[in-house]
């Protein structure tokens, strides 16, 4: 593993408290609570970008016909 970089990030105050109680409830640190957050989040636009790029040459459908069809089909 990398070395560790130690940095500010401004939580707003409920988040924060939220985050304490979790890292105290489950026995680990507050940054290893935030370090693992952080990397799901990367871990998933990983993925999201992978599919993106094996999908980019399928046809795509503009918005506004989708939403005219989930209504025609009662589905909004």
Known sequence: MA???RT?????TSLYRAL????????????????EA???????EATDQDAI???HK????PYANVLRELKR????
């Not at 500010?8 to 707003?12: A, E, K, L, N, Y």
């Not at 399928?58 to 459908?61: A, F, L, M």
């Not at 089909?73 to 909004?76: A, F, I, Q, S």
């Open 3 to 5: 070395a560790n970089r």
């Open 8 to 12: 500010t990030i401004c939580f707003p």
């Open 73 to 76: 089909d009662g589905l909004l």
């Open 20 to 35: 304490k109680v979790r890292a105290a409830v489950s026995g680990r640190t507050f940054s290893e609570i935030v370090t």
């Open 38 to 44: 952080v990397q799901l989040l990367l871990s998933e």
């Open 58 to 61: 399928e046809p795509s459908r």
């Open 53 to 55: 790029q094996r999908r």
